[in-house]
């Protein structure tokens, strides 16, 4: 099966410059500082008129965790049909209860939508936030989830590799799996090789200073030391050399 690389791009930008790094596919965010939030739907027209690129879209209405009220729902439900209606591919999310599985009854609904234009159904790193990694994944088999986004259940993708393997070996026939979180071009092969897994997810972040993020003792930036005065972008350097990595 042919390896793939998928870019994490939180604005237009970001994914112009993973399709001119030679990325096929896109996991589309805004708010990437927060983990990914749902897109505008400016972002995601303009990306689908002038590039080729395959377009995930986000599905999270705020930051923290996926255990979503129903208010927040009927957000989300709302801005899947949204974004499939304006030429979403398909649609990464996560639905959690309070004790760390699956919502089935949220989740169905959310694959419904995606099914209903036919796109792909992908259970993001929510994943990495539950009880039982194996009784998980057979449950969103069951549901009709394509792929799902995980570390492992790690803070990065070669700490969780020995789960991401084992996963690959008992589901990867069943399910895509699709490993991110720290991946780079000196890794990602490695990963790959190890795992038996054909697909991994990068975000190939740079930075880009803002002379206006501070003024005074006013300050609107979310960094750290040194790039307090900088926003991330996706490097289109970065992304060809994890390309040719592989």
């Given at each position: 099966?042919?390896?793939?690389?998928?870019?994490?791009?939180?604005?237009?930008?970001?994914?112009?410059?993973?399709?001119?790094?030679?990325?096929?596919?896109?996991?589309?965010?805004?708010?990437?500082?927060?983990?990914?939030?749902?897109?505008?739907?400016?972002?995601?027209?303009?990306?689908?008129?002038?590039?080729?690129l395959?377009v995930?879209?986000?599905?999270?209405?705020?930051?923290?965790?996926?255990?979503?009220?129903?208010?927040?729902?009927?957000?989300?439900?709302?801005?899947?049909?949204?974004?499939?209606?304006?030429?979403?591919?398909?649609?990464?999310?996560?639905?959690?209860?309070?004790?760390?599985?699956?919502?089935?009854?949220q989740?169905?609904?959310?694959?419904?939508?995606?099914?209903?234009?036919d796109?792909?159904?992908?259970?993001?790193?929510?994943?990495?936030?539950?009880?039982?990694?194996?009784?998980?994944?057979?449950?969103?088999?069951?549901?009709?989830?394509?792929?799902?986004?995980?570390?492992?259940?790690?803070?990065?993708?070669?700490?969780?590799?020995?789960?991401?393997?084992?996963?690959?070996?008992?589901?990867?026939?069943?399910?895509?799996?699709?490993?991110?979180?720290?991946?780079?071009?000196?890794?990602?092969?490695?990963?790959?090789?190890?795992?038996?897994?054909?697909?991994?997810?990068?975000?190939?972040?740079?930075?880009?200073?803002?002379?206006?993020?501070?003024?005074?003792?006013?300050?609107?930036?979310?960094?750290?030391?040194p790039?307090?005065?900088?926003?991330?972008?996706?490097?289109?350097?970065?992304?060809?050399?994890?390309?040719?990595?592989?």
């Amino acid at each position: 099966m042919e390896r793939m690389i998928e870019i994490c791009c939180g604005s237009y930008e970001d994914a112009l410059n993973a399709y001119r790094g030679g990325a096929s596919r896109i996991e589309l965010n805004s708010g990437l500082y927060l983990g990914g939030l749902t897109p505008s739907l400016g972002t995601l027209i303009l990306t689908k008129k002038n590039t080729e690129l395959k377009v995930i879209t986000m599905l999270r209405p705020r930051g923290a965790g996926f255990h979503y009220t129903d208010d927040e729902f009927e957000v989300m439900k709302n801005d899947a049909v949204l974004m499939m209606e304006h030429g979403a591919d398909g649609i990464a999310f996560g639905c959690l209860d309070e004790n760390g599985h699956v919502n089935v009854k949220q989740t169905q609904q959310i694959i419904n939508i995606i099914k209903e234009f036919d796109g792909e159904v992908v259970f993001h790193r929510a994943f990495d936030c539950v009880k039982d990694p194996y009784q998980t994944i057979e449950k969103l088999i069951d549901m009709g989830v394509q792929r799902i986004l995980t570390s492992g259940l790690k803070p990065k993708a070669m700490e969780g590799k020995e789960l991401i393997k084992d996963l690959q070996m008992k589901y990867g026939d069943q399910i895509e799996i699709l490993a991110g979180s720290g991946i780079n071009a000196c890794n990602a092969l490695e990963l790959m090789n190890y795992t038996g897994i054909t697909q991994v997810h990068s975000s190939c972040k740079d930075w880009v200073n803002d002379p206006t993020t501070q003024c005074y003792d006013v300050t609107f930036g979310y960094a750290d030391e040194p790039h307090e005065m900088d926003y991330d972008v996706v490097s289109q350097e970065l992304v060809e050399k994890i390309v040719n990595s592989l």
